[in-house]
T-cell receptor, first 113, second 114 residues
């Protein structure tokens, strides 16, 4: 079956530090990959996505590249801000014929001034 | 307002009571989903619906009932609430066409069963 594995948190960084959150997946076929962000007390928001191999998703300074050879979709940001403090979820959808997203367990990021 | 809304946002109920959580979306999305979020378990799918009057079980359906008489609404009912159903519940939706599989989430309902 499908699965998503994220690095365990929590992750604590100083403002302007470089961020990487690792995500690897197991899936049949050609999945679409997503990063969602959840701010305290809110629902999940789509942060970025990639639908095929070598695609790079980007939004708000965050980037992730769909690497089929390593089955990975690592999230990166060059300079984090306090406002980036949230929980980040990696997810996949295995394509037509499937109905659900498969989520990782989430990684909590805290950015300190 | 456009989007996906949930009500109530917070609910406290007693063991054994019936409680219904409401979900409404204004996009006319075909698919709707209910998840629960618990520490250590991440997000788990309870039920989903592919269209009005079509529903199916997800990963953790026991103790829950859903209906979908209208495309825009997808209520979740706990028939006899238990303490293990204390959780944060999220509703989500997505369109049915093309290859866009991303889901859009509501703000959540925090349910406490005492």
């Amino acid at each position: 079956g499908n699965s998503v594995t994220q690095m365990e948190g929590p992750v604590t960084l100083s403002e302007e530090a470089f961020l990487t959150i690792n995500c690897t997946y197991t899936a049949t076929g050609y999945p679409s990959l997503f990063w969602y962000v959840q701010y305290p007390g809110e629902g999940l928001q789509l942060l970025l996505k990639a639908t095929k191999a070598d695609d790079k998703g980007s939004n708000k300074g965050f980037e992730a590249t769909y690497r089929k050879e390593t089955t990975s979709f690592h999230l990166e940001k060059g300079s984090v801000q306090v406002s980036d403090s949230a929980v980040y979820f990696c997810a996949l959808h295995s394509g037509a014929g499937s109905y659900q997203l498969t989520f990782g367990k989430g990684t909590k990021l805290s950015v300190i001034p | 307002d456009a989007g996906i809304t949930q009500s109530p946002r917070y609910k406290i109920t007693e063991t054994g009571r019936q409680v219904t959580l409401m979900c409404h979306q204004t996009w006319s999305h075909s698919y709707m989903f209910w998840y629960r979020q618990d520490l250590g378990h991440g997000l788990r799918l309870i039920y989903y619906s592919a269209a009005a009057d079509i529903t199916d079980k997800g990963e953790v359906p026991d103790g829950y009932v859903v209906s979908r008489s209208k495309t825009e609404n997808f209520p979740l009912t706990l028939e006899s609430a238990t303490r293990s159903q204390t959780s944060v519940y999220f509703c989500a939706s997505r369109g049915g066409g093309g290859h866009s599989y991303e889901q859009y989430f509501g703000p959540g309902t925090r349910l406490t069963v005492t």
